[in-house]
């Protein structure tokens, strides 16, 4: 009987909800970029980034990893987890707006196949978000890189 408490703690030993690190830095000294992009093509943007769709004559912002519960690479885990991320939307004067993007832990990327978020005429879909958790923990968030599709 002893055995199944130990081979449980084992099981979960491997699959724990890790706090993101916050943003320890001044964001003039990491020198957060603002670009445009295009609808229908997948985009890189690091949290604290801005890209202007011009088409939607929209800003969407990385504001922040809300999540990031994937399994680690190297661990067994009984669920692969999912990792959240917030975007601030911005279309004009007092048009603001917010949505979550996720994608689950241990899928092949870029996961064309990930639910998409409908906003307005928009549908966002999170194709990837590295990097990937490791077993000692998680890297600091302004190291992560979402990788984006917006489609009209």
Known sequence: MRVFPLLFLLL???CRDFAVDALNEDPA???FQSFDVEAEVPFEIRVGDEAYL?????TVTF???LEDARCPQAAVCVSP???GILLDIARGVGDDSQIILEIPGQVPTPYRVNNYVQHRQERFQLLELT???EPDGLPNEG???ATILIER
Do not use: C, N, Q, W
């Not at 011009?54 to 929209?58: F, H, N």
């Open 12 to 14: 979960f030993a491997g």
């Open 29 to 31: 000294s990491r020198g």
């Open 131 to 133: 990097p990937y958790p």
């Open 143 to 145: 190291t992560y890189v």
């Open 81 to 83: 987890g999912k990792a």
């Open 63 to 65: 504001a922040l990893v």
């Open 54 to 58: 011009e088409i939607a004559d929209m």
